[in-house]
């Protein structure tokens, strides 16, 4: 049974029209500043929700925890963003991000990666240096135009080991191409074939944790 919040309110978001940027030559990315109408209340609650360490979930997941996030504490978001999706009922998963910069993971799991599903949001909920990178690969700016051989390649990468989150900004065959910075109450809306990652530099959530509601489906 989900615990719901006396003040159902914290769930309202603000009904403003984003900002739309051409992110490259066949997506958009959508950005809505001030959200969510109460955002330290509605993070205040996702608080109490248990975190479990994010590698349970996804053996090569991003270092740190999720949180599992239900119907209830997304819905009004889902709604509001069926206007973009065409669908009402597109989110297949929501959880948060939780971490820190050079945090031990499993995997290489900085480098970038793409989500196998139409669309993506990405909520802040910390404010902070770094933000959502997105990257092209050999000039490919999603995994749909890859050969299933060149997929092998790029996630040849996440081979488990031992390893510190590391400030990646792109090599010989990524290139950083869009930053979207961190803001707090900030919800960016993108294609998730689109290869990105989380961009953590250096220095960056030492003391405070990167805290991020994430949506993703079809």
């Not at 349970?56 to 999706?85: C, D, H, K």
């Not at 290489?108 to 196998?116: E, F, G, L, Q």
Request: glycine share 6%; net charge negative; hydrophobic share 30%.
């Amino acid at each position: 049974m989900n615990i719901l919040p006396s003040d159902p309110s914290i769930f309202e978001i603000n009904n403003k029209y984003p900002e739309r940027l051409r992110l490259n030559p066949h997506a958009d990315i959508l950005i809505f500043d001030d959200f969510l109408k109460k955002p330290d209340e509605y993070k205040k609650f996702l608080s109490g929700i248990p975190a479990f360490r994010s590698d349970f979930f996804y053996p090569t997941a991003s270092p740190g925890w999720r949180q599992i996030v239900t119907y209830e504490y997304f819905q009004q978001m889902e709604g509001v963003l069926s206007n973009y999706t065409g669908n009402r009922e597109w989110v297949q998963q929501s959880f948060t991000n939780i971490y820190k910069s050079q945090m031990p993971c499993n995997s290489k799991s900085w480098y970038p990666h793409h989500d196998s599903m139409d669309y993506t949001l990405n909520l802040w909920l910390s404010e902070g240096i770094g933000g959502t990178a997105f990257y092209t690969w050999n000039g490919h700016y999603c995994g749909e135009t890859l050969s299933e051989t060149q997929k092998d390649k790029i996630f040849s990468n996440q081979i488990p080991g031992e390893f510190l989150y590391q400030d990646f900004t792109g090599d010989d065959e990524w290139k950083q191409y869009h930053l979207q910075p961190v803001k707090y109450n900030r919800a960016i809306f993108y294609n998730g074939n689109d290869f990105h990652s989380a961009y953590v530099p250096d220095g960056s959530f030492q003391t405070d944790w990167r805290y991020s509601l994430v949506l993703m489906g079809s």
